[in-house]
């Protein structure tokens, strides 16, 4: 039975960035919301009063290992640590231009999250070669989750030489979207699914897979 590896993707570019020697043995995803207390007349207890959702929060641990191949551990870490860098020039609605780090998604087989941020990076060096060099490093990778929006800004913009005829822009499909959701946000009417479905030449719709790439077709 052959294993499947862990990726960590640049959800920017849908490029495999780096990937992990060893899976993890568990994910943690963590969410809260926000809530703000005011105080109340004729108790000393506050109203606590719903503010918004909260992103969610992934938490894992990866390990990679060059002892094998004799070299330094740090030529694959490096990689992970190159996503924190502001590296995409991105103009909000004013005009004015600034940097971010790429987004992220991290797959395992069909297992695929949210697009995210890395927010958090801790680095341990456990093994070393006789001339000093790292050959295992732990490390512990805190994502936060992009809002939809942000998401959505960079579906929008990705490269339209990479799209098909008749199609008018890319979706990524994150967790817990249905093709006719989909349809319904992207086109306002939840019964075109099936428009979408023959765009993207789909066998089984109902089988979507986050951090899955759908074109959307133009609106008629």
């Known amino acids: 039975m052959t294993l499947t590896h862990a990726e960590l993707i640049n959800a920017d570019t849908n490029a495999v960035v780096v990937q992990c020697q060893f899976n993890p ?3 943690a995803i963590s969410k809260s919301n926000q809530w703000g207390a005011e105080k109340s007349t004729g108790t000393s207890l506050p109203d606590v009063h719903f503010k918004g959702e909260g ?4 938490t894992l641990t990866l390990i ?4 094998e191949r004799r ?19 991105e103009t909000d609605a004013q005009h004015h231009k600034h940097q971010r780090p790429p987004h992220v998604m991290f797959t395992w087989g069909k297992f695929s999250t949210f697009p995210a941020v890395i927010t958090q990076v801790g680095q341990k060096f456990t093994l070393f070669l006789e001339n000093g060099l ?18 959505k800004k960079r579906q929008q ?41 023959e765009t993207n030449n789909l066998e089984d719709p109902r089988r979507l897979t986050p951090g899955q790439a759908l074109l959307i077709p133009a609106e008629l």
Do not use: C, H
């Open 55 to 58: 992103a969610s929060s992934l």
């Open 25 to 27: 043995n568990e994910v």
């Open 134 to 151: 790292p050959a295992r490093a732990t490390l512990s990778v805190t994502l936060q989750e992009v809002p939809k929006k942000a998401a």
């Open 71 to 89: 070299a330094d551990v740090r030529e694959q870490t490096k990689k992970v640590l190159s996503l924190m860098s502001g590296s995409v020039e």
């Open 157 to 197: 913009g990705q490269n339209p030489t990479s799209r098909a005829a008749g199609a008018s822009r890319v979706r990524v499909v994150q967790m817990g979207d249905t093709i006719d959701l989909i349809a319904a946000d992207e086109l306002g009417d939840a019964g075109a699914w099936r428009r979408v479905a």
């Open 64 to 67: 990679f290992d060059s002892y």
